[in-house]
């Protein structure tokens, strides 16, 4: 684990899970007073390490004040309960509907290791937080820290808990997954079921409207140019589902639509090349789980909403 970017006061930290690279980060913010947050804690592998690396870089650990988990996912927010107990005086702040899975990770647990595996293993169990330190923030909230504003925009789409922090001083907006990843140069859809299209296209315009000029990926890093990164993605988004649509009608589904799609879309090749050269071995079904999770879309809610 290490810190390979630093733009103003965000450190962008490689959580190099299971030896992969510029796949995964945390960020740390650190207002010039030494009051400092973490975005995106992650997985709670590891996850104590951030403290130690927050002592390399000059930064009091017992001047954390927040633990910001963009949304509950065991990539994301994992590790918040554990960091926490071992820095009791921070709080952890979380979408509303997020808030109880952090409290309560059991049922989180069981899902994820359902969905993802050995990959959860990977991550760690979650460790459950007393019900006092979690914040759950509602819509357009904002944290002092230190003198910075950090402001939470609910931005539902990749999940019904997912919010976004825009720190307004610099204008740079921690997506978490709500804007797609950004590895290899490039940008990925991360859309697993239960995504919701309509929410994310709104989510990426809402983003979009407060004039964001760099975004901070979880997947990875920092990126300037935001408000056409925002459209990229919305685009990608729009031309992924019309494909799918298409290969639905024609009657593929499960492993037979993600083969058809692989001759039609060079996406899941050229992501999977890209997993490689990260050696993210661990993560190459993630590709199957978001074409999976817009075809579970278009079944339930069908595409006439990209005509309105
Ligand atoms: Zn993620």
Request: charged share 25%.
């Amino acid at each position: 684990m290490r810190v390979v970017e630093k733009h103003g006061p965000v450190y962008v930290v490689d959580r190099s899970i299971e030896g992969s690279e510029r796949l995964l980060a945390s960020f740390i913010v650190a207002a010039p007073s030494g009051e400092t947050a973490i975005i995106d804690p992650g997985p709670s592998k590891d996850v104590l390490k951030l403290l130690a690396l927050m002592e390399d870089l000059g930064l009091d650990p017992r001047r954390l004040k927040a633990i910001i988990v963009t949304h509950i996912h065991l990539d994301h927010g994992g590790g918040a309960g554990l960091l926490h107990l071992n820095a009791p005086w921070s709080k952890v702040y979380v979408h509303p509907r997020g808030a109880p899975h952090l409290v309560s990770p059991a049922r989180l647990w069981e899902a994820s290791k359902a969905t993802l595996g050995r990959t959860a293993e990977l991550y760690g169990e979650p460790t459950p937080l007393p019900q006092g330190m979690v914040v759950p923030v509602e819509d357009g909230a904002s944290l002092d820290i230190g003198g910075l504003t950090l402001r939470f925009i609910h931005t539902p789409g990749h999940a019904s808990h997912h919010m976004s922090i825009l720190v307004e001083q610099g204008h740079v907006i921690f997506t978490g997954d709500s804007a797609g990843m950004h590895l290899c140069g490039k940008l990925y859809p991360t859309t697993p079921f239960p995504f919701k299209l309509h929410e994310a296209l709104a989510s990426l315009e809402k983003m979009k409207r407060l004039n964001p000029k760099v975004i901070a990926y979880t997947h990875f890093g920092l990126r300037s140019g935001a408000p056409g990164l925002l459209d990229q993605y919305r685009e990608l988004l729009i031309g992924l589902a019309r494909r799918i649509h298409v290969l639905l009608k024609e009657g593929y589904r499960g492993r037979s639509l993600v083969e058809r799609l692989r001759d039609v879309d060079p996406y899941l090749d050229s992501y999977e090349e890209c997993l490689k050269s990260l050696r993210a071995a661990y993560m190459l079904d993630h590709a199957d789980l978001s074409v999976e999770g817009i075809a579970r879309y278009i079944e339930k809610f069908g595409l006439e909403m990209l005509d309105s």
